[in-house]
C-alpha cells in the first residue's frame, strides 16, 4: 500500500508572523553590525558617527524591544502601524518641517526596502491580502511591510544626540542595510508559501496586484526619474491628411476606462459621458488635437476624484457620483453640446468640490484659527508688552503688580488672541482692564470717589483672575499680586497717595531697528490699532485658484541651493487647491488626502483622509519637505487621459 506525501499546512497569518518574531533577534544582529559598516566606510556619513557610537551598543536590544511588541499585535490581526485616532479638536495633528524630515527619512528606508524586495513584497502582500479576505490588495495588508522596521530604526534614531537632520543622515546610511536583511526574512517567508504549494495562485494575484497597487509609489518614483515627455495626440497613428485617425476616439476612450486605478462605478459614469465627448469631437476638431480641452479637463477631474476612494459603497463617493451623474445626463441630453457647456459643467464640479472639502473642515476651525494665529504671537506680544509697559511708566504699582503686568498680562492677551481670536470677548475684557485699573490707583480724596472705588474692585479682581487662568499663571504669583493690590488700595481708601516710582520702559528690538533705519516712530497705540485692523477678522477659507498643478520634474525642486529650484517649490505651493486630492507620505506612512483648508497666509494647510478622523496640519516647511522627495502629489497630476495616451503610444511603438 503506497502512503502519500503530506502536503505541508497552508501558512497563517500567526504561523507567518510567528516566524517573523523569531527572525527578529538575526535581524535586529545584522542591522547593527551593517550600519555601523555603512557609516564607517562611506564619507558622506563620517560626520554622525560621534551621533551612532552611543547607540552601537544597545541597538540590538532596542530594536527588538520596538519591533516585537509591533509584530505581536500583528499575531491578534490588527495593523502595527494603524494610524491614532483622532478624537478631538485637541489631537489635530501638526507636521512640521521637523515631522517631515522624520516622514522623509522613513520614506527613504522604505523605498530602498521595496526596490530590493518587490516580487517578494508583492507575494505576501497578496498572501496577506487573501487571508484578510480582500480582493483589491495592497501594501497595508502587510503587518510586516517596511514601514514596520523602518519605524523601530526612527524611534531608536530619535535618542541620537543630533538634529532633525542628523537623524535623517542615520535613516539614509541605514536604507541598504534594511534593505539587505530584510531580503533575508522575506525570502525565508516566501519559501514557506511556495512549499505550501500557493506558488500558482500567488503568481496569478501577484501580476494582477502589480498592475494595479501603490499608485502612490509609482508616482514618486515617477516624479523622481529623469525626465521623460510625454506623449500626445499627435504621437499616434494619423488618418488622411495628417487628420486623427477616425477611431482614435474610441481606442483612447477604451485605454481610459481600462485604468486599473478607477473603480467601476467611476468608469460607468465616465463611460456615458463619452456620448458627449463623441458628440462635441464631430463639431470641434481640436478636441482631438488638444489635450488640455475643455472637455478632457472635465474627464481628468471627474477620475481624479473618483480615484481618491478605495471603496464603491464610500458615501462620500456616493454623493460626488450622484451630482456628476445629474451634470452627465445634462451634457447627454443635448444633441449638439457646445464648449460652454463643458466648461460650465466643470464649473460647477469645482464649486461642488470645494464647497464638499470645506465642510469636512468645519469642524476643525476653531484649531486651525489657532493654528494659522499662531505665527503672529511673537509679533502681537511684543507690540502689546510695549503698549502695557508705556501705560504703567508712570503709574503708582508696586513691584509684583508691575512685574505681572509687564509679562503675564500680555501673555494673557496674546493667548486669547491666539485661542479664539482678536476680536473675541477675553481679550476686548484684557485690553480694557489696564487703564480701569491703572486709574483704582489714582488718589481719591472724597468719600463719594472712594466709594466707587470700593464698588470697581470685585470686577477688576475678577477680571484679572480670568486673564491669570489664560496663561495658568501659578497661584502664589497671583496671591502675592492681589495682595500688594490690596494693601495699595487700602491705602487709598484710608485717604493717603501713593507714590510714583518711575521705570523707565525698555525699547524693543523692533523699535531700535527703525530708529536705526530713521522709520518713522508711532506710538504703542498706533502699533496696536495698526495690528488690530491689518488682517480681517473672520478667519475664513481661502479662496485660491483651482489651476492644474503644474508637471514640473522634482528634479528642478531638489536643487537645493539654486533659484529656479525655490522658485518650482513655491509655485506648486501657490497653486495648492483646496478640494484636490494628494497621495502624500505623513507621520511615516502613505495617506490619501484631500486639501480641505488652506490657512490665509498659505502657512497651515489641513488635509482630511477618506476616514475624516485622520485630519493633518501640514505646515508650508512640511511641504517643502516632503515635494522635492517626491512624497506628495496630486491624483490629478498623473491624469487618467495622459496615461492613456502614453499606453497607446507605448503598444504602438510595440507593435
Known amino acids: 500500500m503506497s502512503t502519500l506525501t503530506p502536503r505541508l499546512a497552508v501558512p497563517t497569518l500567526h504561523s507567518l508572523v510567528d516566524d517573523a518574531i523569531a527572525q527578529v533577534p538575526t535581524l535586529a ?33 532596542e530594536f527588538k524591544a520596538i519591533v516585537l511588541p509591533l509584530l505581536r499585535t500583528a499575531r491578534e490581526g490588527h495593523d502595527p502601524l494603524k494610524s491614532r485616532s483622532f478624537g478631538s479638536l485637541d489631537s489635530l495633528s501638526l507636521v512640521d518641517e521637523k515631522q517631515a524630515l522624520r516622514d522623509v527619512g522613513i520614506a527613504h528606508v522604505v523605498q530602498a526596502a521595496e526596490d530590493v524586495n518587490r516580487m517578494e513584497l508583492l507575494e505576501l502582500n497578496t498572501c496577506f491580502a487573501a487571508l484578510k479576505g480582500t480582493t483589491r490588495p495592497h501594501g497595508g495588508h502587510n503587518p510586516l511591510r517596511p514601514a514596520v522596521f523602518a519605524h523601530a530604526l526612527q524611534q531608536i534614531f530619535e535618542k541620537a544626540n543630533t538634529d532633525g537632520q542628523g537623524g535623517y543622515v542615520l535613516m539614509q546610511a541605514s536604507a541598504q542595510p534594511m534593505a539587505k536583511g530584510l531580503a533575508q526574512l522575506y525570502v525565508h517567508l516566501g519559501k514557506q508559501l511556495h ?4 506558488s500558482e495562485m500567488i503568481t496569478r494575484n501577484t501580476v494582477a ?24 495626440f499627435d504621437s499616434l497613428a494619423p488618418g488622411v491628411d495628417g487628420r486623427p485617425a477616425p477611431d482614435l476616439l474610441s481606442r483612447l476612450y477604451k485605454q481610459i476606462l481600462a485604468d486599473t486605478r478607477l473603480l467601476p462605478p467611476v468608469k460607468n459614469l465616465l463611460n456615458r459621458l463619452q456620448i458627449a465627448v463623441v458628440r462635441m469631437a464631430k463639431t470641434d476638431p481640436m478636441v482631438l488635437r488638444n489635450q488640455e480641452h475643455v472637455t478632457w479637463q472635465l474627464l481628468n477631474r471627474m477620475a481624479a476624484q473618483g480615484m481618491a476612494y478605495e471603496r464603491a459603497d464610500d458615501p462620500n463617493l456616493q454623493e460626488f457620483l450622484a451630482f456628476m451623474s445629474a451634470e452627465v445626463n445634462a451634457l447627454v441630453e443635448v444633441p449638439l453640446p457646445t464648449t460652454a457647456m463643458f466648461e460650465q459643467s466643470l464649473a460647477r464640479l469645482d464649486k461642488q468640490v470645494g464647497q464638499s472639502a470645506k465642510q469636512r473642515s468645519q469642524r476643525n476651525a476653531a484649531v486651525l484659527a489657532a493654528l494659522e494665529r499662531e505665527e503672529f504671537r511673537a509679533e502681537w506680544l511684543e507690540v502689546i508688552t510695549e503698549q502695557i509697559a508705556e501705560q504703567i511708566t508712570r503709574s503708582p504699582v508696586g513691584p509684583r503688580l508691575r512685574a505681572f503686568l509687564s509679562h503675564r498680562w500680555p501673555e494673557a492677551i496674546v493667548q486669547a488672541m491666539v485661542l479664539q481670536g482678536r476680536e473675541a470677548p477675553d481679550v476686548q475684557a484684557a485690553i480694557e482692564l489696564v487703564d480701569p485699573l491703572l486709574d483704582s490707583l489714582k488718589a481719591v480724596p472724597t468719600e463719594p470717589e472712594r466709594e466707587a472705588l470700593r464698588q470697581s474692585l470685585p470686577g477688576l479682581i475678577d477680571g484679572l483672575r480670568r486673564g491669570a487662568a489664560l496663561v495658568a499663571t501659578p497661584q502664589t504669583e497671583l496671591d502675592g499680586v492681589l495682595q500688594e493690590l490690596m494693601v495699595l488700595h487700602g491705602r487709598l481708601l484710608r485717604g493717603q497717595t501713593l507714590p510714583i516710582e518711575t521705570v523707565p520702559a525698555m525699547p524693543s528690538m523692533a523699535t531700535v531697528s527703525r530708529h536705526s533705519q530713521g522709520a518713522p516712530e508711532t506710538t504703542a497705540d498706533e502699533r ?9 477678522s473672520q478667519w475664513a477659507y481661502a479662496e485660491v485658484d483651482r489651476g492644474e498643478l503644474p508637471t514640473v520634474p522634482v528634479q528642478l525642486y531638489s536643487g537645493h541651493a539654486s533659484a529656479e529650484a525655490q522658485s518650482a517649490v513655491n509655485a506648486w505651493l501657490e497653486k495648492l487647491s483646496v478640494g484636490t486630492w494628494y497621495h502624500l507620505f505623513v507621520q511615516g506612512g502613505w495617506l490619501t488626502a484631500q486639501l480641505t483648508w488652506i490657512g490665509e497666509t498659505r502657512q497651515h494647510h489641513l488635509f482630511v ?33 495622459q496615461r492613456a495616451v502614453d499606453t497607446l503610444v507605448q503598444n504602438l511603438g510595440d507593435a
Open 209 to 232: 496586484l502589480r498592475n494595479s497597487g501603490a499608485d502612490h509609489q509609482r508616482l514618486a518614483r515617477a516624479r523622481l526619474e529623469p525626465t521623460s515627455h510625454h506623449a500626445s
Open 195 to 198: 512549499d505550501a504549494e500557493l
Open 528 to 536: 496696536l490699532r495698526r495690528l488690530m485692523d491689518e488682517r480681517p
Open 29 to 61: 544582529h545584522y542591522l547593527g553590525e551593517a550600519i555601523h559598516d555603512e557609516l564607517r566606510d562611506k564619507p558622506q556619513y563620517f560626520a554622525v558617527q560621534g551621533a551612532w557610537r552611543p547607540l552601537r551598543a544597545r541597538f540590538a536590544e
Open 609 to 641: 483622509g477618506q476616514d475624516a478622523e485622520q485630519r493633518h496640519s501640514l505646515t508650508r516647511g512640511a511641504l517643502e519637505r516632503l515635494l522635492p522627495n517626491g512624497l506628495i502629489t496630486a491624483l490629478g497630476e498623473d491624469s487618467v487621459v
